[in-house]
Nanobody, 124 residues
Framework: QVQLVESGGGLVQAGGSLRLSCAAS????????MGWFRQAPGKEREFVAA????????YYPDSVKGRFTISRDNAKNTMYLQMNSLKPEDTAVYYC?????????????????WGQGTQVTVSS
C-alpha cells in the first residue's frame, strides 16, 4: 500500500511563496502519475496540478497556471508544489494523491491514494 505524507504548509502573506512536499513510500513512486488537490472549508476538492511519471508532462488549471509549479524527484520518492504569488483564495488544505491515470487527470476519483493534507493559509 502506498503512503503519502505532505509537509511544508503554513501561514504566508499575500504575494508570498511556499513549497509543499509529498513523500511517498510503499510503492514504485517512479511509475506513478501524481497530483495535488486542495479543499477549502465548505467547498469541493479542487484540482491544482498533475505530473507524469517522468516529470516530463504537467497539467494545471487556469486558477494556478503561471504561479504554481509541480515537480518530482524520483530518486527521493518525493513530489513538490512550488507556490508563488499566493492569494487569499489559495487558502485550503492541500493534498497529494497518486497514482493517477497516465493521461493526467483533474478528477479526484481517478487517484488511488491520498495524504492527510497540509494547511496553507494566505493572509491579505
Amino acid at each position: 500500500q502506498v503512503q503519502l505524507v505532505e509537509s511544508g504548509g503554513g501561514l504566508v502573506q499575500a504575494g508570498g511563496s511556499l513549497r509543499l512536499s509529498c513523500a511517498a513510500s510503499g510503492g514504485t513512486f517512479s511509475d506513478y502519475t501524481m497530483g495535488w488537490f486542495r479543499q477549502a472549508p465548505g467547498k469541493e476538492r479542487e484540482f491544482v496540478a498533475a505530473i507524469s511519471w517522468s516529470g516530463g508532462s504537467t497539467y494545471y488549471p487556469d486558477s494556478v497556471k503561471g504561479r504554481f509549479t509541480i515537480s518530482r524527484d524520483n530518486a527521493k520518492n518525493t513530489m513538490y508544489l512550488q507556490m508563488n504569488s499566493l492569494k487569499p483564495e489559495d487558502t485550503a488544505v492541500y493534498y497529494c494523491a497518486g497514482p493517477g491515470p497516465w493521461m493526467l487527470s483533474m478528477r479526484p476519483n481517478e487517484y488511488t491514494y491520498w495524504g492527510q493534507g497540509t494547511q496553507v493559509t494566505v493572509s491579505s
